[in-house]
């Protein structure tokens, strides 16, 4: 559960953290205007899951709302949109996923959770699941390519290249003893980073092999 008070250097319980916004960038224009519509549904957050693992490619996410206006149907929200956080854990450094100061996440799906009660037709419970943009962006691209050299050169372009994934996060790399081509058949960026992540051999280390990770 999120809490969203001023106790900012203050840990509750396992697992606590602040919750600073929380807003859904629509993917159409405001009346006269350039700039997205965008809603803040803060207010209407009752829960936020963030899910991160060494064995995941991408950080994945669900919230959970209590929409008591219908900003679903009047945005709409299609599973086009992007979505805005800025959390922390009290105590230390903040996380921005804003537009225009790190990359957003990307909504992908609805789902329901529990509809109209006798109190307002209006009102309904759902969850938002939300995906890193590189998930976007892999589900939408294919490589046909050959790749010679280093493998860590491969996954460097294959993650920052606009053509693939063309990803703005940092990247970090353990360096390899791996120098050899390979030929890529129309596989999605994932899928080849962890084909050539299979590949590899460590150059400092006698490790058990690679993991790409978000």
Known sequence: MAASDNRDKIIDYAGDFRLKACNIISYRKANNSEKAVRQN???QVLAITLVESVTMPM?????????GVDFRTMLPITGMEKLELHVFTPGQD???????????????????IRGANQMSARESMYRIHFVSREAYRNSITRISKAFAGPVENAVYEIIQDKKYLDSRRPLYVEPTATNSKY?????KPIKTINYLASQAISKKYKNAG????E
């Open 41 to 43: 549904i803060l207010p």
């Open 59 to 67: 950080i994945t996410g669900t919230v959970d709302v209590n929409d």
């Open 94 to 112: 903040e996380i921005k996923f804003l537009e225009g100061t790190t990359d957003c996440f990307n909504v992908y799906k609805i789902e329901k």
């Open 183 to 187: 030929l890529i058949p129309n596989l």
């Open 210 to 213: 690679y993991l790409f990770y």
